[in-house]
């Protein structure tokens, strides 16, 4: 079972990532809610937008402060799991 999960708009990734094995991992198939998984499907387009456009600073900022309200709405959502956040922009951990 995972125990630890990223939340990242890696551009060939669901968006949620086992955070130890590093694998993708779909996000409907954990248990996350309907609206969750489909608000997360929406920012991951998102993060692709950005990618094709050389990562913007603003959104990437805008994209982040999404994915950490993401992160946090699936921990709310999974409960003992810890789910972080991974800024594909900035190439770093946030959370």
């Known amino acids: 079972m995972i125990a630890d999960l990223l939340i990242d708009g890696m551009l060939s ?3 949620m990532r086992d955070a130890i094995a590093g694998g993708y991992v779909l996000p409907g198939a954990i248990g996350l809610s309907a609206p969750l998984v489909a608000d997360l499907a929406a920012w991951q387009r998102k993060y692709e ?5 050389g990562f913007p600073v603003d959104a990437v900022a805008a ?3 999404e994915g950490l ?3 946090s709405r699936a921990q709310r959502e ?10 594909n922009g900035r190439m770093e951990r946030l959370a």
């Not at 999974?78 to 800024?87: A, E, H, Q």
Request: proline share 0%.
């Open 63 to 65: 994209l982040d402060e």
């Open 49 to 53: 937008d950005a990618h094709f456009s």
């Open 13 to 15: 990734g669901t968006g």
């Open 69 to 71: 309200a993401l992160a």
């Open 78 to 87: 999974l409960g003992g799991k810890n789910v972080g956040y991974f800024s």
